[in-house]
């Protein structure tokens, strides 16, 4: 099929995208092709216009009068309620708090404080790292009342027991893009008696998610990837909500309380997820959040998700029709339903790949050791950007430009 | 003194001052008196100037890249080491992360889970409620192994004996202003074989102080106080650089590792302090933090202590020379070496004064159950404010404007 495939046919496929004219809520530069959304997702008109109304009206003019009159306070639950609707929750289950490690953090132990004779926590060996390391943390610190298992992905299922309190994944890998079946894996985890915690960091935004028809338990995810909430911007998390009272707030703080500006000496938490909110929020940085969720009004998330698998599936196959004899080897699953919205491929030069593709104005991202990553955004990627990229991608290959020294210098990126 | 004092004379002192140059850095609204600085702090010129770079030329243009290329990813420890100076401590031993909140957590659960046989932690009662409800969930996640001791303000020294591992204590009071000497608390409470974890929210950017030449083990802060950082920015904390390996993260997260880009199973905590930067840091509001930290750049703290004294000095007695027959009773300490920045009286209509207040152009601020609360930055605050302040103050009293019914409605204000 893809052999007819021209620069002209993408053309036609972008202008007959119902989808397209949400491109121009982004303020993308001119010429980029930024395959790194799944990273960080790039500046919205509306983010932009957020934050420089929160600096110069809000804070500047309004100042501590703001937290009331601008809904400053309110913030994590408003913005939290519009990130619900994305994630298949009831407004009043989702707040933004705290980065997506701390939420985990928060969620993990307020879980296993409850968790009486079912000790055990199960993830996946591989898992992003901040998962991980939440978890070795918590068992190091709550043992041994909480024991973890961290097991490779195809044991995971079968890890849990009778002893199994908690199974923690994150829905779509960071690294592979293989998305697990949630409603599935959370039915099998609920047989077993475990509850689930799902990270949605990679897939909110990008693939559809229901946590209501899933009776998913807890969740959490992070807003500057697909989301477009800004660098480091807050993240969410999400608790069923007829487990709120199980759940305790794993960390007591003020604003978390059920009467913050009571100031009494002792704590109370507030109902629902609101007693997850601990600190004082940071505006501006939600601000931005709150701006760039409104690219996502009126969007139907199964609409974006058939273009997202539109893109992704046609990135795959002009990739490896263009570039198979250089040695790149898919490591996304080929079958749409079984992958989320990137496209890894390994290649042992990886990383200076990614750097000799930048320089000629495509931006993916390189994940150790061997991992070049590209996100397809589908709120503002073009058909013909995927042409664009791949041709480009094998012009590095077959011209060996990433052999160039100033390609091959380490640097980190986020 | 004051019986002679005028706004004539106030103007004089303002000419005299030689910091009175350092208002031209705040964007302070036209004509209002802003003694809520101690809440949230005005914008600088350049904090609003950081943030637009950071919006439109780092994220808007440079986007991932600007993780490496415009220095994102160092920026907690970079703004820590702004801060570290303004608090008598080593660059390297702050680092800005996560909420003030969040952050004493993180230091409280790491401290007391090397803390052997001694499992008590001593704090005050009418302690900061965030400071307090922290203790309340660590001492009931940890427990037996934890235990919290909350203690009126005038036993707390008396309270530690050889099962106190931890003293936690906000060094200026958040509601009456009473100062700690931090030097000899520190002391004492090492005498004891405790460690001490200060809260400098209310005095870092208006008090010196000297973290070093104290020996304090622990401290946090908030920075959209003295420090005008932005609403809700990012708190700082400080490990005393012997004590680093025995301070474990509290929350292992992945920009704690000491290698986070190799994206590694198990978790290896980063030398020093960098081990509590746990998730991605929150750009927009960094940069406005940023930026706001430099009205400070060469400042001498003594000399803003001294300016400080002679403002709120002034304020008191002004205040209690022309409303003492209107029932303001003074919860601040007289004597300056016992307060910090902030004078606070009680009044049974405090609530409505302090709206009525506003009203007139002079921003206080009300906290539960009677106190107005007044913050007298010496940054941005003239001689001439203290002096007008005073003067509405009275006219508010005097006219009873506070009966009126639009100041009687209780708003939550942080």
Known sequence: MLSSLSREACDSLDQRDALASL????????????????SLGPLTNEAAQRVTAALDREWGLDLVASWNSHGWMDAPDRIGARIARLVGASP????????????????VVAWMHGSGSRCRIVTELGNFPTDLYVLQGVAELLGPAVELQAVARKDVLDAMDSSTSLLVLTHVHYKTAEMYDLDAVTALAHARGAAVLWDLSHSVGAVPVD????????????????????????????????????????????LGHEAPFDFIDEYRAAAGVRRHRVGTPGILSLSALDGSLSAFDDVDMAALRTKSVALTDMFIELVESRCNSHGLTLITPRAPQC?????????????????????????????????????????????????????????????????EPQFNERKAVT
Chains 1, 2 share one sequence.
């Open 339 to 403: 992958r989320g919205s990137h496209v890894s491929f390994a290649h042992p030069r990886a990383y200076s790949i990614v750097q000799a593709l930048a320089a000629r104005g495509v931006v993916g991202d390189f994940r150790a050791p061997d991992i070049m990553r590209f996100g397809i955004a589908p709120l503002y990627t073009r058909f013909v950007d995927i042409w664009d990229a791949a041709e480009r991608l094998h012009a590095v290959l077959q011209t060996q430009a990433w052999q």
């Open 92 to 107: 009043e289950a989702v707040v933004v708090a705290d980065s997506t490690t701390v939420n985990i953090f928060k969620l």
């Open 211 to 254: 946590l209501q028809r899933a009776r998913a338990d807890l969740a959490v995810g992070c807003t500057y990837k697909f989301l477009n909430g800004g660098p480091g911007a807050p993240a969410f998390l999400y608790v069923r909500p007829d487990l709120t009272e199980r759940v305790g707030p794993g960390i007591a703080g003020w």
């Open 23 to 38: 491109r121009s809520a982004f303020r993308l530069p001119p010429g980029l092709i930024y395959l790194d959304g799944n």
